[in-house]
């Protein structure tokens, strides 16, 4: 089974800044990666493909970068609505498909 | 509009069983795989199972020992799991979701249901 380690598990961010979120895979899952967006109380929204293909309708301040092992979820300029909980998802080598643990990004 | 409505969950005793239900629309649900996901109160996400377009391919995640079985009815546009033997740590909110692209064998989750909460406890 592929583990995904996310970190910080926390990160702390002013509002118009940039937000770096990191996401470790226990062994190269080429670019079949995913970043997925959980606000509380709703279902994850697909935010990331393929490593760095942005989903339908993901704002252009999200962006995704990396292969193999390790890879990155930036977000350029933090709106209000971007605090929330962010999960990596492998689909290379499956079953099973594996999460990371999650990043909260929270208001500094 | 695509969406993914769950339904099902509830309270159920130690060793009870349940059998949620996805109902699929605004897309030609026959045409993709299918996955439920759960989430612990306060936890992250976990991937349940897999069953593809046609029902050809079924996954479970090993943790589950052989207690949940996934189904559909494209007929009905429907996704189902059935859960038995429950145990306080299935307690969790389940989700189905949808492989993003159609007939593939493996792909990002694009849509997802808002969620149906399964508690079990005596």
């Known amino acids: ?108 | 509009e695509v969406q993914l409505v769950e339904s099902g969950g509830g309270l159920v005793k130690p060793g009870g069983s349940l059998r949620l239900s996805c109902a699929a629309s605004g897309f030609i649900f026959s045409t993709y795989s299918m996955n439920w996901v759960r989430q612990a109160p306060g936890k992250g996400l976990e991937w349940v199972s897999y069953i593809s377009s046609s029902s050809s391919f079924i996954y479970y995640a090993d943790s589950l020992k052989g207690r949940f079985t996934i189904s559909r009815d494209n007929a009905k546009n429907s996704l189902y799991l059935q859960m038995d033997s429950l145990r306080a740590d299935d307690t969790a909110v389940y989700y189905c979701a949808r492989d993003r692209v159609p007939v593939a064998a493996n792909d990002a989750l694009d849509i997802w249901g808002q969620g149906t909460m399964v508690t079990v406890s005596s």
């Open chain 1, 1 to 108: 089974e592929i583990v995904m380690t996310q970190s910080p598990a926390t990160l702390s961010v002013s509002p118009g800044e940039r937000a770096t979120l990191s996401c470790r895979a226990s062994q190269s899952v080429s670019s079949d990666l995913a970043w997925y967006q959980q606000k509380p109380g709703q279902a994850p929204r697909l935010l990331i493909y393929a490593a760095s293909t942005r989903a339908t309708a993901i704002p252009a301040r999200f962006s995704g970068s990396g292969s193999g092992t390790e890879f990155t979820l930036t977000i350029s300029s933090l709106q209000s609505e971007d605090f929330a909980v962010y999960y990596c998802q492998q689909y290379n080598n499956w079953p099973p498909l594996t999460f990371g643990g999650g990043t909260k990004v929270e208001i500094k």
